[in-house]
């Protein structure tokens, strides 16, 4: 019998289960080796190389070079494992998740402070707004 | 005998840790944050505990991949604030209490709960945040502190059934304990957030507002409310909440006793990507 997956239907969400999990290991390992100071170093003096250390897809790494997180989450990375490239970088959580959305920065920031992105409209796929 | 007159609730957002860190306190941005917890380290300074159950979520820190435990108990003497990329927060190193939390452990172990017990753990945001908030910028932390890590990163987390009712194993196994102690028990990590995906940036009032007051006056109803609720209505990072149900679950009147008294209730929005919410409760 196939999992219960009740959250497919989420818009604009990925939910780290263990299929995630599974195909996201090295990328999310990759993440977790910068949690080091010297990992860092070496990882921003030569990030292909770094990454070729990892045992990680072609996909994955170009996703990373690209600093592209919404197809690092598709295959498998984890936002808490992903903010350790952003802490890298020197960007803070709220910079890296704007850069999802398909928002500036300031737009990004400018809706937090106004409240948030609202509830209505963003339950289901496909629902309308 | 040990006993919980407390259960706090709050927040961890990592940003509330980086404007402390940095003296951004007083900014516009972050002065309605911080006054939401003037209440409380006054509040912390006059109920003093002898030790604070701290539950709160690993973030990728001292649990990678390699091992996902669903309930942790840190049983160590001490604990360092872990480097989660940026360096380690400039707090002060938390103090264990390993007798009270070994005992827990093997109480908790001994009515069904399979706890990991860890014996070296560095510790984040998730810990140090609500220590900051509830306790300033101190040299030490006023007592020590026993942290306990729930994995809410890899679905699926633990129910919030089984949340509540792990804290009321947790509330019988600390009044089993002998030594006369004053236990703080605290629950941390949302309200409504989600850090990833087109959908960054959810907040859900009306879901937060919802859940504090079920968190006062129903927690058992609130212990029904399946994962994909959490997920919908308070973003994919807003499950975080259920960790509350355990702080919650370990309070009086879910053993028979009176209601609790709330002492302060707050709630704001933004801090950063998300709505903070916070809650202190006596038995």
Redesign the interface.
Known sequence: MPLDK??LD?????????EQ?RKG?WL??F??S????DN?TRFKADERAYLDEWAMTEDQKQAVLARD??RC?ALGG????L??I???DGK???Q???S???MSEEE?RN???G?????EG???VGERK | MARITASVFTSHVPAIGAALDLGKTGEPYWQPVFQGYDFSKQWMKDNKPDVIFLVFNDHATAFSLEMIPTFAIGTAAEYQPADEGWGPRPVPKVVGHPELASHIAQSVIQQDFDLTIVNKMDVDHGLTVPLSLMCGQPQEWPCPVIPFAVNVVQYPVPSGRRCLNLGKAIRRAVESFDQDLNVHIWGTGGMSHQLQGPRAGLINREFDNAFLDRMIDDPESQAAVPHIDYVREAGSEGIELVMWLIARGAMADLAGGPKPTVKHRFYHVPASNTAVGHLILEN
């Open positions: 009740p959250y989420v818009p604009g969400t990925t939910i780290f289960d263990a999990s290991y999310n390992q993440c977790m910068l949690m080091k100071a860092r997180l919404n989450i984890n936002i808490y494992f903010a350790k952003g802490a890298t803070s959580f709220q890296m998740a704007g999802m959305t398909g990004y809706m937090m402070i409240g948030g992105r609202s509830i963003n339950r289901y």
